[in-house]
């Protein structure tokens, strides 16, 4: 284990919108200082997460479809390597530990400094609604809805069960918009809000760090709960998909689903930019049901990995940052060839005994290039 927690540093170059952020920030950290510059970045939605794992796995946040992933927003970082080296990586040093680095995961080396090119940002336009009605219904209008939207818009749809105080159970709609316009944004939901027992709980304006959950709480005596299901980007958010993950979570009492719409400016980076699968995807979804004993027998285990190996067919790609297993068999699927291959060379040139394995582990290549 490396600590980086006291890595926390945090500096801004308003001229060129140029952040440098220590390696063990979290995201509430980084939007505290960018929101006395008027800057922003898109990052995830909760503030205590850090910015290393999020950023390396890719980071798909309220402004994914405004800005792209978090990784998208990287220029360049120190990095510490298996050998000890500290190295400069971005497009013109080491430019293919720098491919890595956005969207590789923690494979190639420990990264003491991301540097990150914000955005002009004042306040979100941010929304909540509450769902009480047809849960397909909701998801096939808000589907419609994200089809031909501006990029501004970034939509998550969630539906958890009572957890604890700052996670209300039930089914929700959090809208996040780069601008401050409540009227338009009403006006751009109307086709949702019309859906019954869709409501507008509160469409306002407010700052960026205000925006950033809190983590729910735990108990740290407790063993965390195991999570049957898994996610997936998909190309489509298709009527049958939306059927399967709505019933997943309808039949089990402690399940979430969470899906957030994708396209927009992450659509716009070339696939072989980065090594982040799927940019042809228009969702992100996640479904799991809670293995708490009393509440999943063995059948139930079965019966959930069996319903979400079916939805995931429909996807295109696993992502990593959702992902809870470190089995070799899924960082397979978060990484298709050629993606898969170049990072094996990649980690073969920077990593080769595997010392930074304990991940969604890409191995070296061997000699001969194969992986
Ligand atoms: C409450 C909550 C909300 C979340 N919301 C989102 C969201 O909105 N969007 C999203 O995309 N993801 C989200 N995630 C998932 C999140 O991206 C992953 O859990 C991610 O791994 C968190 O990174 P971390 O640095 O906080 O975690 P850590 O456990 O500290 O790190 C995870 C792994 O990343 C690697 N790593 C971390 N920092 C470094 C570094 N500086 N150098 C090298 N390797 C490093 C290591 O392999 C480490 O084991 C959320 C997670 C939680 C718990």
Redesign the pocket.
């Known amino acids: 284990m490396?600590d980086?927690a006291e890595?926390r540093d945090i500096r801004v170059d308003p001229a060129t919108r140029r952040v440098s952020v220590g390696?063990?920030a979290?995201w509430g950290d980084v939007a505290r200082t960018l929101a006395g510059e008027g800057l922003g970045i898109s990052?995830?939605?909760?503030a205590?997460?850090?910015?290393?794992?999020?950023?390396?796995?890719?980071?798909?946040?309220?402004m994914v479809r405004a800005w792209g992933?978090?990784a998208d927003q990287l220029v360049g970082a120190q990095?510490v390597t298996a050998s000890g080296e500290v190295v400069e990586a971005s497009a013109t040093e080491h430019p293919d530990l720098f491919w890595a680095l956005r969207g590789g995961?923690?494979?190639v080396?420990?990264?003491?400094r991301?540097d990150f090119v914000a955005h002009a940002l004042n306040d979100v336009v941010f929304a909540t609604l509450r769902v009480s009605g047809d849960a397909a219904a909701t998801l096939r209008a808000l589907r419609d809805l994200m089809r031909d939207a501006p990029p501004q818009f970034t939509v998550t749809y969630m539906d958890v069960p009572a957890m604890d105080p700052n996670a209300p159970a039930g089914a929700g709609i959090t809208v996040c918009g780069i601008d401050t316009d409540v009227a338009a944004t009403r006006s751009f939901l109307e086709p949702v809000l019309a859906v019954p027992g869709v409501s507008a709980e509160e469409i306002a304006v407010r700052s960026y760090p205000d925006v950033l959950?809190e983590?729910?709480g735990y108990d740290p005596d407790q063993p965390p709960p195991g999570f049957v299901g898994g996610n997936t980007l998909l190309a489509e958010l298709d009527d049958d998909v939306v059927d399967a993950l709505v019933g997943f979570r309808a039949t089990r009492p402690a399940a979430v689903l969470f899906l957030?719409s994708l396209g927009g400016a992450y659509g716009d980076v070339a696939p072989a930019d980065t090594p982040f699968p799927a940019r042809s995807a228009t969702w992100f979804a996640m479904a799991g049901a809670f293995d708490v004993p009393g509440l999943l027998d063995a059948a139930g285990v079965a019966a959930a990995e069996r319903e979400w190996a079916a939805i995931e067919a429909h996807g295109l790609a696993r992502?990593?940052?959702?992902s809870v297993s470190t089995d070799p068999e899924w960082a397979r699927r978060m990484y298709p060839e050629p993606v898969w291959s170049r990072l094996a060379a990649i980690k073969r040139t920077w990593d080769p005994g595997n010392l930074?394995r304990?991940?969604?582990n890409v191995p070296p290549a061997s000699a001969d290039g194969t992986s």
Do not use: Q
Request: glycine share 28%; aromatic share 10%; proline share 2%.
């Open positions: 490396i980086l890595l390696g063990g979290t990052s995830g939605d909760t205590s997460v850090g910015v290393g794992g999020l950023t390396l796995g890719g980071g798909i946040g309220w992933l978090a990095v995961g923690g494979n080396g420990v990264v003491t991301f959950m983590m729910p957030r992502y990593a940052n959702f930074f304990r991940n969604h």
